[in-house]
């Protein structure tokens, strides 16, 4: 196993290994203070972070405000406080060695104000700002305001590309690193483009020598690239260290750092993890923002994946082979639906499935009576997360805050289950998100007798390669 050597990273010395940021509430100050201090670079979620009272109890992320826009209003304070907080508590655990880095979504609701008001109220605590779902074209601006180096996630050479001609060609000196993100072994929401077939995985290694290429090009040669999204053993990526092809790499890991004595998911989460076998893990498209995202296969997205089935067409006028009328809603409006798809109705009602949800398609939808209650509520009770979202039909674009089509019921709301599976909820029924790589927890020996490591002890055992 060849030597693994610190990198030049954000203007210091650090090992390239770094904590890949998770969601709401999981990548955490006390796990990314952990990593920094065995020397890495620990990052912390800013993405609806948790925030405590004076006397270190959670604020529960609870919405008052009458209309969404109120609402919204709450969140995006409610992620200024969390990500100030979440800064300390890093700082402190860091110790003084490694990076802190925060991450957001450009996606998420008010991202450019939440990362202002955090970089602002944690001045000189946070190294680098790590963005990615979507183009975030102003995080150079953000990191440049504020001091501090920034990393885009980045799935091709193509969408680095056009980042850097339309904006961080004007930042240059502010760029830290360039986070490749394997769009189909990473947990979270993943960069798959149009083209490319969520089924047939494509090899990392050409991916990224196009990436460097490209960055090569624009005088970039010296800036790490991060491989983020199916690195576990440093041994199995030895070809990629010191290769005077790739330049300067270092590796994510996103998945590991759940499985640590600092990483807050409950106690059953952890132990969900050590008996994941392969398969465990889904790449699908249910997603509120519209992006394919990885997770745990369980209760909740079987429920997402049966709801999606259960969907035909209609026509509002008889066309074609839409002859067979159907009344939808209280009122019974007429519809039509082919003959065949009135029968498959016919045998879903016979199961329960009574309740037809219109989609943005002009498709209907068939769930149960309480399905449907839980989802209309859960639209209504939408307080803005993201800055585009197809469940609830919220965008955060003046005069009317709305996307100008229909709510989706095809997808969930992604709030809601983020905070509760990261504050206790039940595993089976939220959304869990890992890499696809999170069966490998089962027959890791590190992990043997059910051993689980510090942050430090975990940045301590991958420096070993195995």
């Known amino acids: 196993m060849k030597a693994i050597n610190p990198i030049r990273m954000g203007g210091v010395d650090v090992l390239p290994l770094v904590e890949g940021g998770k969601g709401v509430a999981v990548s955490n100050g006390a796990t ?47 992620g200024i406080a969390g ?55 102003r995080l150079a601006d953000i990191a440049r305001d504020y001091g ?72 970039l040669g010296d800036v790490p690239i991060i491989m983020a999204g199916g690195v576990w053993w440093l041994e199995e990526w030895e070809d990629w260290i010191d290769n005077p092809d790739l330049g300067p790499i270092a590796f994510q890991f996103g998945t590991r750092p ?4 600092e990483s807050p998911i409950s106690e059953a989460w952890k132990q969900r993890l050590l008996t994941l076998q392969p398969g465990d893990v889904s790449l699908q498209p249910f997603s509120p923002t519209g992006f394919y995202s990885s997770a745990i296969r369980n209760e909740f997205l079987r429920e997402l994946e049966d709801r ?25 409006r007429l519809v039509y639906l082919t003959p065949h798809d009135r029968a498959r109705v016919h045998h879903w009602e016979a199961e329960g499935f009574i309740e037809a949800m219109r989609t943005p398609d002009n498709t209907l939808i068939f769930v149960t009576p309480e399905n449907s209650r839980e989802i209309v509520k859960d639209q209504i009770d939408c307080m803005g997360c993201l800055s585009h979202c197809r469940f609830s039909n919220w965008a955060q674009t003046e005069p009317d805050f709305s996307t100008g089509k229909k709510a989706d019921p095809r997808s969930f709301c992604i709030q809601k289950t983020l905070q509760d599976v990261a504050h206790d909820g039940a595993l089976d029924r939220n959304l869990m998100f890992a890499g696809h790589n999170a069966y490998r927890f089962a027959s890791d020996p590190f992990y043997s007798n059910g051993f689980v490591p510090t942050a430090k002890q975990l940045v301590e055992r991958i420096m070993t390669g195995r």
């Open 32 to 78: 990314c203070g952990g990593w920094a201090s065995g020397g890495g670079v620990g990052t912390f979620s800013a993405v609806n972070a948790d925030s405590y009272d004076a006397d270190g109890n959670l604020i529960r992320q609870t919405y008052s405000g009458r209309t969404r826009r109120e609402r919204h209003e709450e969140l995006v304070a409610y």
């Open 83 to 137: 990500g100030i907080a979440q800064a300390k508590e890093a700082h402190e655990r860091s110790n003084g060695q490694g990076r802190i880095h925060a991450n957001i979504l450009w996606e998420m609701g008010g991202a450019e104000r939440v990362a202002r008001g955090m970089l602002e109220g944690a001045r000189g605590l946070i190294h680098g700002i790590t963005c990615g779902a979507g183009m975030p074209y």
């Open 148 to 219: 501090v180096h920034y990393y885009p996630i980045i799935s091709s050479a193509r969408a680095f590309s056009a980042l850097w001609k339309r904006a961080y060609s004007k930042t240059r000196e502010w760029l830290g690193g360039v986070v490749y993100e394997d769009p189909w072994l990473a947990g979270g929401h993943n960069g798959l483009s149009n083209s490319e077939d969520p089924k047939r995985p494509e090899d990392p290694f050409p991916r990224v020598l196009k990436l460097r290429q490209q960055m090569r090009e624009f005088g």
């Open 258 to 261: 759940l499985l640590t004595k």
């Open 308 to 332: 999606n089935e259960r969907q035909v067409a209609y026509t509002m006028e008889p066309v074609g082979d839409h002859i067979s009328e159907y009344g939808v809603g209280p009122r019974k």
